[in-house]
């Protein structure tokens, strides 16, 4: 099959993919959007379970901040976001441990670092040299580094955390939510500003090689299994950063014509980060119950100790679901768990010893849902972040080539919120912007 009546190619229906779509539908361009799943969304998956009251989110769950981007498409479709409650429990063997506060003391050293003006450092080297902070507040930067930012504290910019954790969005009072409904919610908008004449989404389309020059592009892959071409004036890339950082003949590698030699760079200066986050149900909701309901209102459940740190709650619906995370070299030394169930037994070994052996969790579970990101050959790793001396690295990632091809994808977003949503959706709509100047 062929296809030579296409202005714009779109690789990828995650959210920067939809929402470069949802730019285009009504340029007067002709879309063609090539996703490999048999679903939209990528690293956006929610599931819905007739008797649970929340989402299962394998992938995107919170909205970070204020989120503007994310926000008005939310709105669109007629949904909000709902806040969550962000109360936190320190927990070990059933006892609350105290902890000062950390964050405020790191903050502190980011904002009044000379060392990082002058150079950048591994986030490790960073800290090492922040003599004046305790080594409870080094241990608790490194641990919210590798679960918040899903980074090797060792190759990790510590500028880059820096610029991160003392921006708005980590303020005290920058909201933390959940898309009401779930991240389909979002999805069903972005699916719905589709309709056009002019655009049509292909699922089940793996593109497996890209040869380009100025103003033309082919792609070749399958189409559920069979062999398929299309061709266009200009391609939107969104592939994650994992799959652009694979070798072109590894599984999900995409073969570039000619290669991608002037993103090689960028490609170093960012590594796709590992995240084990893992669903567990419940028979009821069992930590509401315990210590005379001490722990009704709470969020969030960190171990420090543990394999898997952080536990959370659905609040403000109550939910007997608990969602287990993990980021970093740990997750990379989970996820080499051949059986799932394994994983299970870690979490539920954190989650024993963080509420001690008056309750045995392993009892009241009824079911786990968990999804391997590193594994998956069309994302390979969860969400991006700057290595050292990578900081010009997105930028460079994003910048279109011979106005062909444009880039798009979370990895490129340059105006804070990479790593998430947002900047996946700011990206899509910047690159669509740039595809259609070039006409
Ligand atoms: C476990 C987890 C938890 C997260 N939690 C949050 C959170 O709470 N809040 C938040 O804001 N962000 C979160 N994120 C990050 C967020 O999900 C991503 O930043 C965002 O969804 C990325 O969107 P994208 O369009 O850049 O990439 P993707 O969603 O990965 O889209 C790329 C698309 O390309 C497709 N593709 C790949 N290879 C090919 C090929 N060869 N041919 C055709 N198509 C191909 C993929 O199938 C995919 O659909 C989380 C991510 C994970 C994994």
């Not at 679901?321 to 994983?343: E, F, T, Y």
């Amino acid at each position: 099959m062929t296809n030579a009546d296409t202005d714009i190619l779109i690789i990828g229906a995650g959210g920067a993919g939809l929402a470069a779509a949802a730019e285009l539908a009504h340029s007067g361009r002709r879309v063609l959007v090539l996703e490999a799943r048999d679903r939209i969304g990528g690293r956006m998956w929610t599931q819905h379970l007739p008797d649970l009251a929340a989402p299962i989110e394998y992938g995107a769950e919170f909205v970070h901040g204020r989120a503007p981007t994310t926000m008005a498409i939310l709105r669109r479709g007629g949904r909000t976001a709902i806040e969550s409650t962000d109360t936190h429990f320190w927990l070990h063997d059933g006892e609350r441990a105290t902890r000062n506060d950390f964050f405020h003391e790191v903050q502190r050293a980011m904002r009044g670092s000379g060392a990082l003006e002058k150079q950048d450092l591994s986030f490790d080297a960073f800290l090492e040299r922040s003599t004046a902070l305790s080594p409870e507040a080094r241990r608790y930067a490194k641990m919210m580094a590798e679960g918040f930012d899903a980074c090797d504290t060792s190759r990790a910019s510590a500028r880059a955390i820096a610029a991160e954790w003392t921006a708005d969005m980590m303020n005290d009072d920058a909201p933390q939510s959940r898309p009401q409904g779930g991240y389909d919610a979002l999805l069903a908008t972005l699916a719905g500003s589709l309709q056009s004449e002019r655009l049509r989404l292909q699922l089940q389309t793996i593109v497996r090689s890209v040869r380009w020059s100025q103003g033309c592009v082919a792609v070749e892959g399958t189409f559920i299994g069979k062999p398929f071409q299309a061709r266009a004036a200009r391609a939107i890339i969104t592939l994650p950063l994992g799959v652009l950082q694979q070798p072109p003949d590894a599984p999900g590698g995409v073969h570039f014509t000619p290669a991608l030699d002037e993103k090689r760079s960028a490609l170093q200066g960012l590594a796709s980060g590992p995240v084990i986050k893992l669903m567990l149900r419940f028979s009821s909701a069992f930590w509401e119950e315990l210590d005379g309901g001490r722990y009704r209102n709470a969020e969030f459940f960190h171990a420090p100790s543990a394999d898997f740190r952080t536990f959370w709650t659905q609040l403000p619906v109550r939910a007997p679901l608990l969602v287990a995370w993990v980021g970093g070299p740990s997750a990379a030394r989970l996820s080499s768990c051949d059986v799932p169930a394994d994983i299970v037994a870690h979490a539920l070994s954190a989650l024993q010893s963080m509420f001690g052996k008056r309750y045995p969790v392993a009892d009241a579970l009824e079911g786990s849902y968990y999804h391997d990101w590193q594994q998956d050959p069309l994302a390979r790793g969860a969400y991006s972040y700057v290595t050292v001396g990578g900081g010009a690295a997105r930028l460079l990632l994003a910048k279109p080539l011979a106005g062909t091809l444009f880039f798009a994808g979370e990895a490129t977003d340059t105006q804070g919120e990479a790593a998430t949503v947002t900047g996946a959706l700011q990206s899509g709509l910047r690159a669509a912007r740039e595809a259609l100047e070039s006409f």
